[in-house]
């Protein structure tokens, strides 16, 4: 495989970079939102509405500075309804991260998270799922994709290995 050109690999290191903030960011976001929902009466759907309308503000803010709203809006009506889901998954995503933080804990919320989102993601990739480019699996990112289960599981249950192990 050739070596990529030294801007390449210099703006491929700033978006993983950028990448790994987002993740620090879901972490965050959860733990955030979790201190809220208990600050409203354990109202995990009031808190995610909340975040959600937040977020709209802040990205409502962001579309207008960079221009291009009316465009873009117009196209909306051409779109299958299909495309609007994302919505839809990300508020489940909001309402979930506050509803299991606190019952489930950040760690195994997060660690879980991650496993779902790697096998959803291996798997668009692979067969080119919603549209996406292919991206075939190769073997040795599947035997990473097994490292992280494996982490996922021995940060679910190793305590409980380690004391059966101690019996």
Same mark, same amino acid.
């Given at each position: ?21 987002? %993740? ?21 759907? !009031? ?40 919505? !839809? ?43 996406? #480019? ?8 599947? #035997? ?5 289960? #494996? %982490? ?16």
């Amino acid at each position: 495989m050739p070596a990529l050109p030294e801007r390449k690999w210099k703006m491929n290191a700033v978006l993983f970079l950028l990448a790994f903030c987002v %993740g620090l960011f879901i972490s965050v976001q959860a733990a955030i939102n979790s201190q809220l929902a208990s600050a409203l009466h354990a109202n995990s759907v !009031v808190a995610a509405w909340i975040s959600f309308t937040v977020g709209t503000l802040v990205l409502g803010i962001a579309a207008f500075a960079r221009g291009g709203v009316g465009e873009a809006l117009g196209a909306l009506a051409h779109q299958p309804l299909w495309k609007m889901t994302g919505g !839809v998954l990300g508020a489940a995503f909001v309402f979930g991260t506050v509803f299991l933080a606190p019952r489930i804990g950040l760690l195994n919320l997060v660690v879980l998270v991650i496993a779902g989102q790697l096998m959803m993601s291996m798997a668009i990739d692979n067969f080119g799922l919603i549209n996406m #480019a292919v991206r075939k699996v190769s073997t040795i990112r599947l #035997a990473g994709a097994l490292v992280v289960v #494996a %982490g996922v599981s021995l940060t679910l249950f190793g305590d409980k290995i380690v004391a059966a192990l101690e019996r």
